[in-house]
T-cell receptor, first 114, second 117 residues
Framework: GAGVSQSPRYKVAKRGQDVALRCDPISGHVSLFWYQQALGQGPEFLTY????????KSGLPSDRFFAERPEGSVSTLKIQRTQQEDSAVYLC????????????FGPGTRLTVT | AQKVTQAQTEISVVEKEDVTLDCVYETRDTTYYLFWYKQPPSGELVFLIR??????QNEISGRYSWNFQKSTSSFNFTITASQVVDSAVYFC??????????????FGKGTHLIIQP
């Protein structure tokens, strides 16, 4: 079956611009996660949805970061007024039901802020 | 707080050698889950294994095996008879179950495995 897909795969933004990153999870997966991966580092948790409810946003680095999953399927991560330190790969993952289950990751969106 | 330590930043071996990737974790949860993921040069994280804290049986899947030792808080990964296609960054990750921690996985920094032909 289809895996997790993300778009765009690459995004270049000028500092100060807003960006929106999209994630399509595996069909039927209740849980959706966003991670940020800096170069040479492991992914770091940003936020977690169960269906349309955002149950944990403790990892969002600032109030410029906002995520939504209005219909419990597709999710969007939005970054307002991008800064250079936002440059990273943004990974989306989905799981059957919660953090105890294995998460399946998408290919990521590489964001470069110039 | 949860923590995963992968002390080996990079390992380089010649094809057909066996190699073990170390993972040490810290958690206050009594029930937790451990994972290994592979990240090849293409960048996509590939799930390899999930283990819960009550199951200390070692697992073997083809050339891959995992050794979970609760007494030393370790969950090591061994590749037998390594192949060039095994070259990738490997991540160990932890998920707790208590309400106090973040709901996502806590990853180690990864071990870059290079298999030379």
């Amino acid at each position: 079956g289809a895996g997790v897909s993300q778009s765009p795969r690459y995004k270049v933004a000028k500092r100060g611009q807003d960006v929106a990153l999209r994630c399509d999870p595996i069909s039927g997966h209740v849980s959706l996660f966003w991670y940020q991966q800096a170069l040479g580092q492991g992914p770091e948790f940003l936020t977690y949805f169960q269906n349309e409810a955002q149950l944990d946003k403790s990892g969002l680095p600032s109030d410029r970061f906002f995520a939504e999953r209005p219909e419990g399927s597709v999710s969007t991560l939005k970054i307002q007024r991008t800064q250079q330190e936002d440059s990273a790969v943004y990974l989306c993952a989905s799981s059957l039901a919660g953090r105890s289950y294995e998460q399946y990751f998408g290919p990521g969106t590489r964001l470069t802020v110039t | 707080a949860q923590k995963v330590t992968q002390a080996q930043t990079e390992i380089s071996v010649v094809e057909k050698e066996d190699v073990t990737l170390d993972c040490v974790y810290e958690t206050r949860d009594t029930t937790y889950y451990l994972f290994w993921y592979k990240q090849p040069p293409s960048g996509e994280l590939v799930f390899l294994i999930r283990r819960n804290s009550f199951d200390e049986q070692n697992e073997i899947s083809g050339r891959y095996s995992w050794n979970f030792q609760k007494s030393t808080s370790s969950f090591n990964f061994t590749i037998t008879a390594s192949q060039v296609v095994d070259s990738a960054v490997y991540f160990c990750a932890l998920s707790g179950t208590s309400g106090g921690g973040a709901d996502g996985l806590t990853f180690g920094k990864g071990t870059h495995l290079i298999i030379q032909p």
